[in-house]
């Protein structure tokens, strides 16, 4: 009987120090089971966790002569840049966050100076195309296209299109796209040239309108607007002009541009995928309208896409 009783008993002992030892080795491997995956998560979780290493952003300065040509380019009453050129940059850098920007002003002819020295990266003021400055500069793509006019003063009928240009007088500023069409102008027509007068501060408007200078050829929503500032609405007459007539005029394009270095293609491709972006999501419909009004002339990306073919032929010459 006693055999039996501590038989029994060291039946048990023996089986708690079993279960004793079942349960310390699954509470090792338990711990060590939550240590490998507490050691993955921590794992996967630190580089949502690492703190984000800057990007250094590239600067990049915009130059404008901030002189106008109004509504595009000039500075307002408070001394700020404005105008859809500026405002349509400042969008398109937006959604370029890896730019840091700032703008110059300068005289207008600083611009190109600027970019061939590397101090500016971007010329802004309302330019046009012309193939020597193609050779020069990336042209971005094109963010604004609107037909010209002539402004004549009232009553005055010698000049209805033009082909009346010839024997008659206009103001212009050195580098400007009118230089460059009026000299090829007078290049085609020796015995009828235009009369050219250079000037460094544009008031042709005032020299029409007191018979100092028979016409002006420019985009007519500029037009239309320093006729309206200056009050000349019953001293001048706008003769508009088709697209077509005027690329046909100047060999060239209706298309204005921003301008970049011929070394910097990626700010280029850049600033285009932006401008393409923002026609095609309606933006820049939007900005112009808020410029020009409804009559604005429409940009499409077929016109983008026709006036990089025709910058490509042309330098290809």
Sequence with gaps: MKKQLIKKVAAVLALGALTASLLTGCGKKEEKKDATSASTTQAQA??????????????????TSGAGPEPFCYTDENGNLTGYDIELIRLVFEGLPQYDVEFATCEFQSIF??????I????LNHLG???????????????????????????????K???????????????????????????????NQIDLVYTEV????????????????????????????????????????PIEESESFTNSLQGIFYIVSKNDEQLAN????R??????????????KEWFGDSADELTLEYVESAKEFIEKDQAK
């Design 46 to 63: 630190s580089p949502e966790d690492a703190e984000e290493v800057p990007v250094e952003k590239r600067k990049i300065v915009i130059a």
């Design 113 to 118: 100076t600027g970019i061939d020295t590397g």
């Design 120 to 123: 500016y990266q971007v010329g």
């Design 129 to 159: 195309y012309n193939h020597d400055r193609g050779e020069k500069y990336l042209y971005t793509d094109t963010y604004d296209v609107g037909s010209h006019s002539i402004a004549v003063r009232k009553g005055y009928d010698e000049i």
């Design 161 to 191: 299109s033009i082909e009346d240009f010839g024997g008659h007088k206009t103001e212009i500023q050195a580098a400007s796209a009118n230089e460059a069409t009026f000299l090829a102008y007078n290049d085609e027509h020796p015995d």
């Design 202 to 241: 544009d008031n042709l408007l005032v020299s029409i309108a007191n018979g100092t200078a028979d016409f002006e050829y420019f985009t007519t929503s500029t037009l239309e607007t320093q006729i309206a500032e200056k009050g000349l609405g019953d001293q001048i007459d706008l003769i508009r002009v």
């Design 270 to 273: 850049d600033i285009n995928a």
């Design 275 to 288: 401008i393409e972006e923002l026609i095609a999501d309606g933006s820049i419909s939007e900005l112009r």
